[in-house]
């Protein structure tokens, strides 16, 4: 009778073989097969997802370190591919391959981070921090650097003693030294040069842009301020007095002019949400 791990092999052995089995596209097919998604054949969307199905696989070598199913870090990884198929944008005119590359890291990553952690959270406490996480993801995107635990606090208007709290125990703290397999692969060495990553760059155009036409619901009065407001210049909070004494306006006056824009933005939000950190 097989062991565990000889299953898990003999399984693996079989799927590599299945996937082996079917074509990779040319970028023409990729192109091609994205702009019959996006009118809803659902056939074109399996075949992207069949054909890169090895891309999954070569990206989460990268994670396994044995304290995982491999198998399961496949399928993490496979449930960013799905979502990435499905948002393929071939108007972007880039390979399949660099766009679903961050959507398979971050599912595999998300996926990582559940089961690492060691502490079971009140109910209460796991809701502010997944809001505290989904904080620290957006000001990420926003400033291209980590935010502070008090740019965090300030944001949620939480306590800054209550933010460091909760990350701190949202999973363990490991080496960077400390080794990952037997070959005296180091924590340190799993990390990502991040002075260049073409994924993140393109994702964050890509966000930009669409934060762009979003804001194209809003009077240009409106959209001004809330550019001014959310950093989009020079990455810079500016504060209600000085969007005034720019605009020729009360600081009041840009005020109730924020929340009614932010209000009418409510109504679209949906049009954001792929790119929002769940």
């Known amino acids: 009778m097989k062991n565990k791990k000889e299953t898990e092999e003999s399984a693996l052995k079989a799927y590599f073989k299945q996937i082996k089995s079917t074509a990779l596209l040319s970028f023409d097919e990729?192109?091609?097969?994205?702009?019959?998604?996006e009118k809803g054949d659902e056939k074109a969307r399996q075949k992207l997802i069949q054909a890169n199905l090895r891309l999954v696989v070569k990206i989460a070598?990268?994670?396994?370190?044995?304290?995982?199913s491999f198998l399961d870090i496949i399928q993490e990884?496979?449930?960013?591919?799905?979502?990435?198929?499905?948002?393929?944008?071939?108007?972007?005119?880039?390979?399949f391959s660099t766009y679903a590359a961050w959507w398979?890291?971050?599912?595999?990553?998300?996926?990582?981070?559940?089961?690492?952690?060691?502490?079971r959270l009140p109910h209460r406490k796991e809701e502010l921090l997944k809001k505290i996480q989904k904080t620290y993801y957006?000001?990420?995107?926003e400033y291209s650097r980590k935010p502070s635990v008090e740019e965090?606090?300030?944001?949620?208007?939480?306590?800054?003693?209550?933010?460091?709290?909760l990350l701190n125990s949202s999973g363990p703290v490991y080496s960077l030294d400390s080794s990952i397999n037997d070959d005296n692969t180091t924590?340190?060495?799993?990390?990502?040069?991040?002075?260049?990553?073409?994924?993140e760059v393109l994702m964050r155009k890509s966000f930009r842009?669409?934060?762009?036409?979003?804001?194209?619901?809003?009077?240009?009065?409106?959209?001004?301020?809330?550019?001014?407001?959310?950093?989009f210049y020079g990455g810079k909070k500016y504060t209600l007095k000085y969007i005034g004494e720019e605009m020729g306006i009360s600081p009041e006056t840009v005020r109730q002019i924020e929340i009614r824009a932010i209000r009418k933005l409510k109504d679209h939000a949906h049009e954001l949400k792929d790119y929002i950190y769940n």
């Open 61 to 68: 070598r990268s994670y396994s370190t044995g304290e995982y």
């Open 77 to 95: 990884g496979n449930m960013g591919l799905i979502k990435a198929a499905s948002r393929y944008d071939y108007k972007k005119n880039v390979r």
């Open 104 to 119: 398979i890291k971050q599912s595999i990553v998300r996926a990582l981070s559940k089961k690492k952690r060691s502490i």
């Open 152 to 165: 965090i606090s300030a944001e949620l208007n939480v306590k800054p003693e209550d933010v460091a709290s």
């Open 209 to 231: 842009e669409e934060t762009m036409k979003f804001l194209e619901h809003l009077l240009e009065k409106e959209k001004q301020i809330l550019m001014y407001r959310f950093s």
């Open 30 to 37: 990729e192109l091609d097969l994205s702009r019959r998604i």
């Open 187 to 199: 924590l340190m060495d799993m990390f990502e040069d991040s002075s260049y990553d073409p994924d």
């Open 138 to 141: 957006n000001l990420n995107q």
